[in-house]
């Protein structure tokens, strides 16, 4: 089931891609694997997955050594500062640092293992106040002054849109982060370097997100099935 999904997934994604002129190597898939035993990982592996992601810093540490090697570990979840230690040299990108102090402690801990750590700054764009992130008129001055600081860099933008019934009610939401990400490189003029990576869209809107410009997206239950937070047996 899970390589079928995967194989679905990828179609609608390449598909996505074609409808909007782009290229589907533009686009990286990460299979989030939160809640999921090791076992359903390696189904996804197997099928090809290399990127995944999870939101508990408890969790990627009991899964990171049950898996091969050679896959890129992505933060997605809220990262609280005394967790970074536990990290900071495991994960492929932190895609959810929403305050300068986060940073800074990433900054902190990057210097001490000598590593230079990509993340993404999380942007509230919808304002919803159960979600964390910056705001989008904030984002710009938050990006520039992470991006200053050593051993870091900012790779782009990440947003988790409102759930909603139909994936067309966040089409304007992964155009303000694009938008937003072009505003910001423009402002740019310092040579800070900042990416333009863009994380959004999951399992009920990555074909949409793909159309406005993601070059991640995170896809959970479109992979995996739906999450039960009851021991899976
Ligand atoms: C759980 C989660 C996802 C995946 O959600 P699905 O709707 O299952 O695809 C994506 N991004 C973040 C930040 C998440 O926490």
């Known amino acids: 089931m899970i390589e079928e999904n995967m194989r679905d997934v990828e179609q609608r994604i390449r598909q996505a891609c074609a409808r909007a002129g782009r290229a589907p190597e533009e686009v990286t898939l990460i299979a989030v694997s939160k809640t999921k035993p090791v076992e359903m990982l ?26 091969p090697q050679d896959i890129r570990w992505h933060m997605i979840g809220h990262l609280q500062r005394n967790k970074v230690k536990y990290i900071i040299d495991k994960v492929a990108l932190i895609h959810s640092v929403d305050s300068l102090r986060l940073a800074e402690e990433i900054s902190k801990e990057a210097q001490k293992h000598n590593l230079v750590v990509d993340i993404l700054v999380e942007v509230n764009v919808a304002g919803e106040e159960s979600k964390f992130g910056t705001t989008p008129e904030e984002a710009a001055n938050l990006v520039l002054s992470i991006a200053a600081l050593p051993g870091i860099r900012v790779r782009g933008l990440m947003t988790i849109a409102p759930f909603v019934e139909h994936a067309e009610e966040n089409r304007k939401f992964f155009k303000n982060l694009k938008q937003l990400s072009v505003d910001i490189l423009q402002k740019n003029n310092d040579n800070i370097h900042v990416g333009d990576v863009l994380s959004m869209g999951m399992t009920g809107d990555y074909e949409v997100a793909v159309e406005e410009g993601a070059t991640y997206v995170r896809v ?6 739906e999450r039960s937070y009851k021991k899976e047996s």
């Open 42 to 67: 390696m189904e996804a592996y197997a099928a090809g997955a290399r990127d995944f992601g999870e939101n508990k810093v408890q969790e990627l540490l009991d899964k990171i050594p049950q898996m």
């Open 220 to 225: 959970g239950t479109g992979i995996f099935g």
